[in-house]
């Protein structure tokens, strides 16, 4: 993100001596988008995704990373997306708000879920292929 300002600040040829700082930032779950701008001039670059992205086939956004691994760690463990908040709030960090956390924690269920019965779909057709 800050060589691609950089380039593309001199490229404009705005100002001689570019100093950017954070200009705007958006939280998605556990991530960030961030955009910079220049203090000595008008420039101010695009927002820039400071994740990579899972491919749902969907329209729409498509899910951090970060989002979904979060998830699929917690469904081996006693901690819920509340708990989780606390634990985040604790350690002074930006929680995601918690309809975010469940609607990802929905979907990354359903999708466990048909993965399982996927698997044992095929564990039964093997089963009955070897009697």
């Not at 994740?51 to 899910?63: D, F, H, K, P």
């Not at 709030?89 to 990802?104: K, V």
Request: include cysteine; hydrophobic fraction near 30%; charge should be positive.
């Amino acid at each position: 993100m800050w060589n691609e300002c950089y380039t593309e600040h001199a490229e404009q040829k705005m100002c001689t001596s570019p100093h950017f700082q954070v200009y705007r930032e958006q939280q998605v779950g556990l991530c960030w988008k961030e955009s910079l701008k220049c203090v000595n001039c008008e420039y101010h670059s695009r927002m820039y995704k400071l994740y990579s992205e899972i491919e749902t086939g969907r329209c729409g956004q498509r899910a951090a990373t970060m989002n979904v691994a979060l998830h699929i760690g917690l469904q081996d463990s006693t901690t819920a997306t509340t708990k989780f908040r606390h634990i985040l709030t604790a350690m002074d960090t930006p929680p995601p708000s918690h309809t975010g956390l469940q609607r990802t924690a929905n979907k990354v269920a359903a999708l466990t879920a048909q993965a399982t019965m996927d698997d044992l779909r095929m564990r039964r057709q093997r089963s009955k292929e070897d009697q």
